[in-house]
């Protein structure tokens, strides 16, 4: 049995699969930053009409967005500091900073899901193609000698597999670099807004005299 061809059928397969994994991801992630902003926009709309820290229980209690649940954070971090009378001042602000920073990397870390998937699929599948182009050519090389005829009716078959597995590679390259760039916008626009609800966050907390 000849392991060459198989090679590339192989690389065609693993191509394919690598495909419908980048279309799969794109599909999902679409639909969670669509549920995501949707959640995110009425959750601002609210935010701007909070005066003190403590009405923001009430907004929070209705909303799924990850600012409500940055918000939370801050709030349940609030009360255990507030209980707990051994900790000064300063040292309170630094226990509510804290867990603002610990959700809001939990939440980016939600958002980056299945980006660096995207990202290496895209630097490697024009590779792997790459590499079944090669592998085909060398078989057709194979069989030209194999044959002694370099006749169109001898390479064709090889040669067509070959260029295929290129074309494969960039079809699957391409998307899953696109979506990339487009989802690290989004992620970088998203962090952004992180930091502007969890400044705020504290501004209200100082204002509100929450820290003790």
């Not at 669509?34 to 229980?57: G, M």
């Not at 487009?182 to 609800?197: L, S, T």
């Amino acid at each position: 049995m000849d392991l060459v061809p198989d090679i590339v059928d192989l690389v065609l397969y693993l191509l394919g699969v690598l495909s419908v994994l980048v279309w799969s991801i794109i599909i999902i992630k679409s639909w969670a930053w669509f549920k995501s902003r949707n959640e995110t926009n009425h959750f601002l709309s609210e935010w701007q009409q909070v005066k003190t820290i403590y009405e923001l229980p009430k907004i929070i209690s209705h909303s799924n967005s990850s600012f409500a649940r940055l918000c939370d954070a801050g709030m349940r971090a609030m009360n255990e500091a507030m209980a707990n009378s051994v900790l000064r001042r300063n040292e309170r602000q630094e226990v509510i900073l804290l867990s603002l920073k610990q959700q809001a990397y939990l939440e980016q870390k939600r958002m980056d899901g299945g980006v660096a998937v995207l990202a290496s699929i895209g630097s490697t599948a024009p590779f792997i193609g790459l590499f079944g182009t090669v592998w085909g050519i060398m078989n057709a090389l194979k069989t030209i000698t194999a044959t002694g005829s370099a006749g169109l009716d001898v390479v064709a078959g090889p040669i067509g597999e070959a260029l295929i597995a290129t074309a494969i590679g960039i079809a699957t390259a391409v998307p899953a670099v696109l979506a990339y760039n487009y989802f690290m916008r989004k992620q970088k626009v998203h962090r952004a807004d992180m930091e502007q609800v969890a400044s705020r966050f504290q501004s209200l907390l100082t204002q509100s005299g929450a820290e003790g």
